[in-house]
């Protein structure tokens, strides 16, 4: 056999490896979430309420159920929203009733649902349940290509394993999730793979092939997930390379000074690459989304701020969300710092992105492309060359430093973080691999080879298994503690609601948690939901949640269902907003000329601008409403209590709550002595107390209708006009 026979073979040898790899990277991705495709339960009552009427356990969270009504929307009637504003607006009549919302949504996620819905065959039901998770295979493949180019096969295994297994990537692409998540990963690491492919491509076609596909994904991303996002993490990606360009790379020649390297390089290749980069992502950006994009792009963190205490002088509301809370670097136990997965607590961002091991083989893989990139050191290598190695320092090291950063605004950034560590990793693992076949191998005696042995080969095993068992094994047990966002009792309800109200447009009231599954299962408008959460309706719902006073509860209620908001903010525009709402406490539950001279004396208001304020007050025409309460709810009364209560300050501190999900088995838990004296305290008069436990029949509120599964329990009252 020739030699030339000799490298066809081994070529031949290696495509297939990298193929089986890619494969098993891809299958791996979405076998650790098939957990999350049945309810793990032991009691078959349990899973019977946790699954619908078509055999599919109930979405995992909320958002997933606004998604479903988007894409029955454009299914039924070729738009995202139900209705059509005045301006021709597409419009959403169901959400923050009376008003109503913009339906202008990000389309990617519809788009590709009815288009796998389409080429599979499958109904629209079955393949929102299964996108996600599917969607994590192409991840894997993406960061299993960079990884080669890092470090080889070895390099792109750890890569693609992290990357598409990493726990909290994981959860928030499960079987049953329909969210844009599924666009997260696999877009910000299409950005990377085709910024570093521009800059290492020789030829200038696939210079400008590469950067046009950099600013098409951008554009992409954009219409897929949040806009803003798209430029930050765009712009982070261009950051990384523009680092590249700056600082001197050891493996150009040098030049005599920095100002005859900086004229050398200043239209050199890098440069125009990066230029035309930058260039064509701003064009297609301010096509796609106009120039109000940039305005608006430290909009993107906005959510995550002052999360502790309310902004000025109304509460954040946001406060109660988990995933917009600060994310932990570390776990609270030394001894779990190698886990991927810490059942029972708050996701640590180390365990986030797959354990321990992944982040320092990450922070080594850094430490190592530094010095292959910018030192002498590693000078004999021969593959990866020391200026691919520069490139990808800068940009990965600046996505690790952007990721650790935004982990401290919230824990739904890990998921951002697990890309530079997945790919950090395999860069370490891989190069590990190859080093043995980068150095000239002398003659050896027997120990030494024992020793070469251990270096080039053992370690580099050991080192793969430890970045990568932890996170498959956190991503299944993740995954299997899913449990879905509601049950049968809530769709009970809201199949009755459905049924049995009088009026089309007859307005569901309670928390906003649940208000985007209401809204699907039920065809009515909610008061609120969990895109449309508001800091003064928090106020005015919690204090009907709350006070003592039915009447006064009955009587919120019904302005919200009425004229929503707008007594509230006339009156702010008046006057301070402590006096405005003291004002309509007392207001609410007065006769109405009453209530006028109060509006008056309190607001100073004229007296047409007290009458105009009181309509709002008491709307002339109560729409039909029923107010839901759950066993769920009653657990959570301390964030209501601390809604209400607000004290105008901006200085209230918050409860003492660790959790806050949908249902009873993972409600905020106020796990202090001092919480649990706190929700004493609370417990026993509030009229979701009395109308949840005691079922108090009135003239204000009427029973209709209840529902228990054995997990949650619903009572479903009419408030009556």
């Known amino acids: 056999m020739t030699e030339k026979d000799l490298r066809k073979n081994r070529s031949g040898s290696r495509l297939l490896i990298a193929l089986l790899c890619i494969l098993a990277v891809m299958a791996a991705a979405v076998l650790v979430r098939t957990p999350s495709a049945r309810v793990q339960e032991e009691s078959k009552e349990r899973v019977d309420a946790y699954t619908d009427r078509k055999g599919l356990p109930y979405f995992k969270d909320m958002d997933s159920y606004y998604h479903v009504r988007l894409v029955r929307n454009y299914l039924n009637g070729g738009s995202l929203g139900d209705s059509v504003s005045e301006d021709g607006e597409p419009w959403d009549s169901l959400r923050f009733w009376p008003d109503g919302l913009s339906a202008d949504y990000t389309p990617g996620i519809v788009y590709l649902t009815v288009w796998a819905s389409s080429l599979t065959g499958a109904e629209p039901e079955k393949t929102e349940f299964c996108l996600a998770a599917c969607s994590s295979a192409f991840a894997a493949l993406i960061a299993f290509l960079i990884g080669c180019r890092l470090g080889g096969i070895p390099g792109g295994l750890t890569a693609g394993l992290l990357a598409g297994c990493g726990p909290v990537y994981a959860v928030r692409t499960a079987f049953g999730r329909f969210d844009t998540d599924l666009f997260v990963v696999p877009m910000e690491l299409l950005l990377i793979l085709f910024l570093t492919e521009c800059f290492r491509a020789g030829k200038r076609w696939r210079r400008i092939v590469c950067a046009a596909c950099f600013a098409l994904t951008a554009m992409l991303f954009g219409r897929c997930w949040q806009a803003n996002y798209a430029v930050l993490f765009a712009g982070l990606t261009l950051a990384g390379a523009l680092l590249f360009v ?123 492309l530094f010095l292959r990139g910018y030192t002498e050191r590693g000078a004999e290598s021969v593959r990866p060359d020391r200026r691919a190695c520069a490139l990808y320092c800068c940009v990965l090291g600046a996505w690790l430093a952007a990721g650790l950063y935004l982990t401290r605004i919230g824990v739904r950034f890990v998921e951002h973080l697990s890309i530079p560590v997945s790919l950090l990793a395999g860069a370490f693992v891989g190069q590990s691999f190859l080093r043995g076949n980068w150095k000239q191998k002398a003659d050896l005696s027997q120990k030494r080879e024992r020793r070469a042995f251990l270096r080039d080969r053992f370690l580099p095993v050991l080192f793969l298994a430890a970045a990568v068992i932890p996170a498959l094994t956190g991503a299944v047990g993740a995954c299997r503690d899913l449990r879905p966002s509601a049950s049968d009792a809530s769709a009970s309800a809201m199949r009755w609601i459905r049924d049995n109200a009088e009026a089309e447009d007859a307005v569901v009231a309670s928390w906003w948690d649940l208000g985007y599954f209401y809204e699907s299962e039920s065809g009515h408008p909610t008061l609120w939901d969990g895109g449309s959460q508001n800091a003064e309706r928090a106020i005015l719902v919690s204090k009907a949640l709350t006070t003592d006073r039915l009447e006064l509860s009955r009587r919120i209620l019904l302005m919200l269902s009425g004229s929503g908001n707008r007594a509230i903010a006339f009156l702010r525009e008046r006057t301070d907003t402590r006096t405005a709402y003291e004002a309509l406490w007392k207001a609410l539950t007065a006769e109405r000329e009453a209530a006028v001279e109060l509006l008056q004396e309190r607001c100073n208001l004229s007296r047409e601008e007290a009458e105009e304020a009181e309509s709002l007050i008491h709307p002339a025409n109560p729409k039909e409403t029923y107010l839901i309460i759950t066993y769920t709810m009653t657990r959570q009364i301390g964030w ?78 009419r408030v009556e006009a």
């Not at 001197?248 to 125009?272: D, I, S, V």
């Not at 909009?299 to 205490?309: K, Y």
């Not at 969300?321 to 180390?350: C, I, M, W």
Request: charged share 15%; with cysteine.
């Open 246 to 368: 700056l600082i001197p790379n050891a493996g150009r020649e040098k030049a005599g000074n920095l100002r005859r390297q900086a004229g050398r390089f200043a239209m050199g290749t890098e440069w125009k690459a990066l230029l035309v980069c930058g260039g064509l992502t701003v064009l297609a950006l301010l096509v796609s989304e106009g120039p109000s994009l940039f305005r608006g792009l430290l909009s993107a963190l906005s959510l995550s701020t002052s999360s502790g205490v309310g902004e000025g002088v109304l509460p954040n509301l946001f406060s109660s969300v988990s995933e917009l809370n600060r994310a932990y670097l570390f776990p609270d136990h030394p001894l779990q710092f190698f886990l991927g997965y810490v059942k029972g607590s708050a996701t640590a961002a180390v365990n986030g992105v797959g354990g321990g091991a992944a982040f320092l083989l990450s922070l080594a893989g850094l430490v190592l």
């Open 640 to 717: 209501y209590e601390y809604f209400s209560g607000w004290d105008f300050t901006g200085k209230q501190s918050l409860p003492s709550a660790t959790l806050y999900t949908y249902t009873p088995d993972g409600t905020p838990i106020f796990d202090t002595e001092a919480g649990q004296q706190y929700l004493d305290q609370l417990r026993g008069r509030e009229t979701m107390w009395r109308l949840f436990f005691n079922a108090e029949r009135s003239s204000r509120f009427t029973p209709v209708y209840e529902a228990h599964d054995g997990l949650e329990h619903v009572r479903v009252w």
